[in-house]
């Protein structure tokens, strides 16, 4: 085998520079992509990328930031809408929490013309108001010069934020800004809600909490291909013989003729 001795520029060890694509100039490809760029030359090669003929075919957009400077994007569907990091941190308000229609992933709904972000929510309403408890959807936003908070509930002067998750920094943000504008307030997480659940559970027959929104329709029906009872549910089944529970599922494999083997 053909050899070229050679001294690696990174790491200074020997090797043999010798390959059939040409001679190499790094003894491995970590020395090879280890180079550090210094501020001048990554300016250098950013330059050249955007001056280059390929990257000025592209139809520029043309965008205009709070603070009166025109910046250049290269796709119209392109979130940005400030010209720089600073001027991010400086304009963009942070929302937190609170009573905004349809955001979020979790199950959504109006209970009794009560709106519920989430079945967390659906259980602590349903819970208060059998046991006659007052309360209301807090209305207005409380703010700061950083940030923006829209509480869920409030009794008296109390709030009540509910949470399916715990972030510590924007639930300490949310606590010392309503407390500093005269609230107590409660952050209630899942495991404070354990009596809620257990109530609706026992006294509407059903885990499924969602179900008791107004107006509640599943959104598939089906009919089971062992009883033929039909059956609705939220759930699209992918398969086109379709059981109604575990049950008739059971009964309805087994009673399915299979193909003799050849």
Request: aromatic share 14%.
């Amino acid at each position: 085998m053909k050899e070229i001795i050679k001294q690696c520029p990174k790491c200074g060890t020997e090797f043999n520079a010798y390959s059939k694509w040409g001679e190499k100039k790094f003894c491995s490809r970590k020395c090879s992509n280890s180079r550090s760029w210094s501020k001048k030359d990554r300016e250098k090669r950013s330059h050249a990328f955007w001056q280059s003929n390929k990257t000025l075919k592209r139809k520029k957009h043309t965008r205009i930031c709070p603070c009166g400077t025109e910046f250049e994007i290269r796709k119209p569907s392109q979130g940005a809408q400030y010209c720089s990091s600073e001027c991010r941190s400086r304009y963009r308000k942070k929302t937190s929490g609170g009573y905004r229609t349809g955001s979020g992933r979790a199950k959504a709904g109006y209970y009794k013309g009560i709106y519920c972000g989430s079945t967390y929510e659906l259980c602590w309403t349903i819970y208060n108001l059998d046991h006659g408890i007052e309360f209301e959807r807090f209305e207005g936003v409380i703010e700061s010069e950083d940030l923006k908070y829209i509480p869920d509930f409030r009794i008296g002067n109390r709030i009540i934020e509910i949470k399916g998750y715990e972030d510590k920094d924007k639930v300490q943000a949310k606590k010392q800004l309503a407390e500093s504008h005269g609230y107590d307030i409660d952050i209630l997480y899942r495991e404070d809600l354990q009596y809620c659940f257990r109530y609706v559970r026992e006294q509407y027959g059903t885990d499924k909490f969602w179900k008791l929104y107004d107006g509640y329709k599943p959104k598939y029906q089906y009919v089971c291909a062992n009883c033929d009872k039909s059956f609705d549910t939220d759930t699209k089944r992918k398969t086109e013989v379709v059981f109604c529970s575990r049950k008739c599922a059971g009964k309805g494999h087994k009673g399915r003729k299979h193909a003799p083997i050849d």
